[in-house]
């Protein structure tokens, strides 16, 4: 089975300070996909990032970098210079193996951005 | 490009009775479609899961159902509601490739009372 940990409920923190959220995922699947979401207030799903279980670059992309790490079985999310804006609900999520498709999601960090 | 129309944005609806939400996508061919649902809780729960025109897996056994009578239209339902089925469920598509990441609509609020 898999399973996918967020193990910070909330988040806090002043803008301009950067931020990392936590993702840990168990799974048996030697083939699997990675995924960042953001749900802001209004409540859609914004896809951020996906990647492979056999690509272990960290990517930057603007204020925000993913570390992939498959020895610890880690895909943390990093915002840099935090804004406002960032704001929102963050969901890592996992799919592979028979259940190609089939996102299996943690928890969610709640990040809240304080002017 | 890619887009996805879910409706209603939110429904109140009392015990016992019907339901149907409808997502439709535009701008792609047959996409895999998906039903979830975020309680309180805030995690996402898969329900539903449609790979082509009537083929639909069921996730978790419960008082809901979907269809797909078109290649780009997914709906949900349920005969009579329960109080349990209160939450926010969004509808998703994705590229037929397995890998391909979920692309979600608007969501609809339902509240049953």
């Known amino acids: 089975a898999q399973k996918v940990t967020q193990a910070q409920t909330e988040i806090s923190v002043v803008e301009k300070e950067d931020v990392t959220l936590d993702c840990v995922y168990e799974?048996?699947?030697?083939?699997?996909?990675l995924f960042w979401y953001k749900q802001p207030p209004s409540g859609e799903l914004v896809f951020l990032i996906r990647r492979n279980s056999f690509d272990e670059q960290n990517e930057i992309s603007g204020r925000y970098s993913w570390n992939f790490q498959k020895s610890t079985s880690s895909f943390n999310f990093t915002i840099t210079a935090s804004q406002v804006v960032d704001s929102a609900v963050y969901f890592c999520a996992l799919t592979g193996g028979t259940s190609y498709g089939k996102l299996t999601f943690g928890q969610g960090t709640i990040l809240t951005v304080h002017p | 490009s890619q887009t996805i129309h879910q409706w209603p944005a939110t429904l109140v609806q009392p015990v016992g009775s019907p339901l149907s939400l409808e997502c439709t996508v535009e701008?792609?061919?047959?996409?895999?479609l998906y039903w979830y649902r975020q309680a309180a809780g805030r995690g996402l729960q898969l329900l539903f899961y449609s790979v082509g025109i009537g083929q639909i897996s069921s996730e978790v056994p419960q008082n809901l159902s979907a269809s797909r009578p078109q290649d780009r239209q997914f709906i949900l339902s349920s005969k009579k509601l329960l109080l349990s089925d209160s939450g926010f469920y969004l509808c998703a598509w994705s590229a037929g490739q397995g890998n391909s990441p979920l692309h979600f609509g608007n969501g609809t609020r339902l509240t049953v009372t």
């Open positions: 701008g792609t061919s047959n996409p895999n």
């Open positions: 799974t048996r699947d030697t083939t699997y996909y």
